[in-house]
């Protein structure tokens, strides 16, 4: 068993700790605290309210404390980030206690270690660069003594927006963060900073057929409607949506959204629009919307962090996410029940995508690898890419036929012929047709249906073309 360390022990531990991370992490509180005035985009016109999700019967104390936790202590206290080996987010957690034993002396809030660091002059002082107010800090010994009752739904719920001000990005930021091209592959969206550009993927040279601003800070994600019509645009606490042909506003959704719209996917009929809502370090959310009712069908955590990318099965039969938190998730559309955890990358999970030939499905990770899963037994057939460089994004075309990625050095390669990894030479794993190298550091891609037309956004703003077939790079406008 281990010994409870001393409280000089401790003492010495939390300066040590203080040294190393608090001043980063206060800073960047401090930053958002700093950002006031309340921003909250008021509801577009249009734009009905969602009809409220009938809530279940709650203990108010409990859910009180769990809102303290959520917003106060998870961020510091969850699995990848165990602080003081204490887990605060799930229950398990909380009973286990953490490096100097049990935390809660259940019906003695008053002699409970978890409401004794919340206190002035607590050793250590919990939130280490705060004092939480007397309500709070009674609201949690109320909730010891009255047994800590767990309420899970509430510790899972989004944390509540905090009011900032957005300001105008500076004009050298004008990175590519996220490309579309149109369901048939005629057109191409460019989000550059906060612009939309359409461009005319039916011409030489992808000329721009229409540009148009669309908010001040930069655009996260987009996604087209099926027929090629309108755009969704996610940024920060919204998305907005658009017309193609003039490049005017049709409406904005905000309703519940909580951080940046890391991610968009649209059912291939249109009636389905989820959106990833990511918090860094917080969680990453899944909002379900009907969108032709414009109506909230559910949200639910769907990571423990930022969720970097979605990915609709062919057959519109599964959604999947891409985790921060190092995992791939794979939900049912129907049911919103999670069916599968990919659990192996290293570092966090940068894109998804679905084979639509067989059940398989592919995912890039800041651990400098693609692995391809077997869908339904979440067995690793093939690790795919050099291991010297992170493959940024990565698609799936339509069709099945191609795997593409793009990487942080400007490189990209297209697989086809994926093979079940037999432990023989990589190299049988799959056929590579490599793509022109460019000087860039690309973040974002996306390919035709038929996955033979490849574009890719860098972080300088600019885009790049290449045919699959033989990867050289086309000249663009
Ligand atoms: C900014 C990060 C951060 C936040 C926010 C934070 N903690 Fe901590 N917590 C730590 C660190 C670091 C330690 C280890 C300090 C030490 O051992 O001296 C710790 C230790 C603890 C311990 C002691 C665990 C043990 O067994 O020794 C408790 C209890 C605790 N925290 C509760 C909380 C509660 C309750 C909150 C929210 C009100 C909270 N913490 C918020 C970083 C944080």
Redesign the pocket.
């Known amino acids: 068993m281990r010994r409870a360390?001393s409280i000089q022990e401790?003492?010495g531990?939390?300066a040590a700790?203080l040294r190393q991370?608090?001043a980063p992490?206060a800073l960047a509180l401090a930053t958002l605290m700093q950002q006031t005035a309340a921003q909250t985009p008021a509801p577009a016109p249009g734009v009905a309210t969602p009809t409220a999700v009938p809530a279940a019967v709650q203990n108010p104390v409990a859910v009180v404390a769990m809102e303290?936790?959520r917003e106060?202590?998870v961020?510091?206290?969850r699995p990848g980030k165990v602080?003081?080996?204490?887990k605060?987010g799930t229950e398990e957690g909380l009973k286990k206690?953490?490096?100097?034993?049990p935390?809660l002396k259940l019906g003695h809030g008053q002699e409970s270690?978890?409401h004794e660091?919340?206190l002035k002059g607590g050793?250590?002082h919990?939130?280490?660069?705060?004092q939480?107010s007397q309500q709070q800090t009674d609201a949690?010994k109320a909730w010891i003594d009255a047994g800590a009752p767990w309420d899970a739904a509430v510790m899972e719920a989004p944390p509540k927006p905090r009011p900032v001000t957005l300001r105008k990005m500076p004009k050298s930021v004008e990175s590519v963060l996220t490309l579309a091209f149109s369901p048939d592959g005629s057109q191409l969206a460019v989000a550059r900073g906060g612009r939309i550009e359409i461009r005319d993927a039916k011409q030489e040279r992808y000329p721009v057929s229409l540009s148009f601003e669309v908010q001040p800070e930069a655009i996260q994600s987009l996604g087209w409607t099926p027929d090629g019509a309108h755009l969704f645009a996610g940024g920060f606490r919204k998305v907005s949506f658009w017309s193609t042909k003039d490049g005017l506003s049709e409406g904005v959704w905000t309703t519940d959204l909580v951080g940046q719209v890391t991610a968009l996917a649209l059912s291939s009929t249109g009636e389905t629009l989820w959106i990833a809502d990511s918090l860094a370090s917080r969680g990453g959310f899944l909002h379900k919307v009907a969108w032709q009712q414009r109506q909230l069908l559910k949200t639910w955590k769907a990571h423990e962090d930022s969720v970097y990318a979605l990915a609709l099965s062919a057959d519109g039969r599964w959604l999947a996410t891409a985790g921060a938190d190092r995992l791939a998730r794979r939900w049912d559309t129907a049911t919103d029940a999670l069916s599968a955890t990919y659990e192996g990358h290293t570092n966090q999970v940068l894109g998804v995508a679905f084979d639509s030939l067989t059940p398989r499905l592919a995912t890039t990770g800041a651990d400098r690898e693609i692995k391809v899963w077997d869908r339904e037994s979440r067995e690793q057939d093939a690790v795919l890419g050099d291991k010297k460089q992170v493959v940024s994004a990565i698609c799936w075309s339509k069709d099945g036929s191609r795997l593409i990625g793009v990487t942080e050095r400007g490189n990209g390669a297209v697989y086809s012929a994926i093979q079940k990894h037999t432990g023989e030479q990589r190299s049988d794993t799959a056929k590579v047709q490599k793509l022109d190298k460019v000087e860039a550091f690309l973040q974002s891609l996306s390919a035709t249906a038929d996955g033979s037309v490849i574009a890719a956004g860098a972080t300088d703003g600019r885009i790049f073309v290449w045919k699959a077939a033989d990867g050289k790079l086309q000249p663009t406008e």
């Open positions: 360390p401790r003492r531990k939390r700790w991370h608090a992490a303290i936790l106060e202590c961020a510091c206290h602080k003081g080996g204490l605060l206690g953490g490096e100097s034993g935390v270690l978890l660091v919340l050793d250590p919990m939130p280490p660069k705060k939480l949690i």
